[in-house]
């Protein structure tokens, strides 16, 4: 593979189509939409969350048919519970603090309906061409520098994996660290495919959808497949999405389908996980 191409989902494109439908996939830090446009290039409707508003206007022309949404991982998913089958988050959840890190893994397998799938990429402590153990140690593993997105950057050793995603609440389904190519220099990062154990949903709590106040509960207007106009705020200039963000409450979702092109994929050295939601435990 040549750097610049990041296909890192290809290989796990039949259990996305067999575990996504009906429901959209959710993808945390999309950056310019290139993943997003790969995924709706394969038939998949996506909702895409980034806290950088540039980059959701570079993800509006690469990937018109996803849901954007403007949101910080460091805050509460604005979704119902179990809304997803399918959570994608690629290089986005290594720039916090272990608590931090800790609810936000927490709020995506909140988001996740039993049996679903997480597909997840970190950086991984061997990343040394990309800032492996450079500057300021504030915790173990979590160091700052003058990184593009943050302020600092976490690098995930096996037993931080293991850590922030124990074996009681998922189930690797793979787990391996991994060479990307996205950059001039390879990047190392952990992959995983994990499916998330559903040991006990109402300790985690369950979260109720806000009542739509639209007239068509089953339109947003300029984007399909969610209810409640009202539980968005979004202004569009030339097509671009100059603010998009929830407004508070969850979302729940219908069967409509979302549409767009295909974008090229990103490629970077990441440990990827991949994990499945387990079904309900009878009480």
């Given at each position: 593979m040549e750097?610049?191409?990041d296909?890192?989902?290809?290989r796990?494109?039949?259990?996305?189509?067999a575990e996504?439908?009906p429901?959209p996939?959710?993808?945390?830090?999309?950056?310019?939409g290139?993943?997003?446009g790969?995924l709706?290039?394969h038939?998949?409707?996506?909702v895409?969350t980034?806290i950088?508003l540039e980059?959701?206007?570079?993800?509006q022309?690469?990937?018109s048919g996803a849901?954007?949404?403007r949101?910080?991982?460091?805050?509460s998913l604005?979704?119902?519970s179990?809304?997803?089958?399918?959570v994608?988050a690629s290089?986005?959840?290594?720039y916090f603090d272990?608590?931090t890190t800790?609810?936000?893994?927490?709020?995506?397998?909140?988001?996740l309906?039993?049996?679903?799938?997480?597909?997840?990429?970190?950086?991984?402590?061997?990343?040394f061409?990309?800032?492996a153990g450079?500057g300021e140690?504030?915790?173990?593993?979590?160091?700052?520098?003058?990184?593009r997105?943050a302020?600092?950057k976490?690098?995930f050793?096996?037993?931080?994996?293991e850590r922030f995603?124990p074996?009681r609440?998922w189930h690797?389904e793979?787990?391996e660290?991994?060479e990307?190519?996205?950059?001039d220099?390879?990047?190392?990062?952990w992959?995983?495919?994990?499916?998330?154990?559903e040991?006990?949903r109402a300790a985690?709590g369950?979260?109720?959808p806000?009542?739509?106040?639209?007239s068509?509960?089953?339109?947003?207007g300029t984007r399909?497949?969610?209810?409640?106009?009202s539980?968005f705020?979004?202004?569009w200039v030339d097509?671009?999405p100059?603010v998009v963000h929830?407004?508070?409450?969850h979302v729940a979702?219908s069967r409509?389908?979302?549409?767009?092109?295909?974008a090229?994929a990103?490629?970077?050295?990441?440990c990827?996980?991949?994990?499945?939601?387990w079904p309900?435990?009878?009480?």
């Open positions: 750097a610049g191409q296909l890192w989902l290809e796990w494109l039949p259990l996305l189509l996504a439908a429901k996939v959710l993808e945390l830090g999309c950056d310019t290139r993943d997003t790969w709706l290039g038939g998949l409707s996506v895409a980034d950088a980059a959701l206007r570079k993800a022309q690469a990937a849901l954007l949404l949101h910080d991982l460091r805050t604005p979704f119902m179990a809304s997803f089958n399918v994608v290089l986005s959840l290594h272990a608590n800790t609810r936000a893994i927490a709020e995506v397998r909140r988001c309906a039993p049996g679903g799938l997480l597909f997840c990429r970190v950086n991984s402590a061997n990343d061409q990309h800032g450079v140690e504030i915790e173990p593993g979590y160091f700052r520098q003058s990184a997105y302020e600092c976490r690098f050793s096996a037993g931080d994996v995603f074996s609440d690797a793979s787990r660290e991994r990307v190519l996205r950059y220099a390879p990047k190392m990062a992959e995983y495919a994990h499916d998330q154990r040991h006990d985690d369950e979260r109720a806000v009542e739509a106040a639209a068509d509960p089953e339109s947003l399909p497949g969610l209810r409640g106009a539980q705020s979004s202004a097509g671009n100059e929830p407004a508070e409450g979702f409509s389908s979302l549409h767009g092109s295909v090229s990103r490629v970077r050295c990441t990827r996980t991949i994990f499945k939601t309900a435990r009878q009480m």
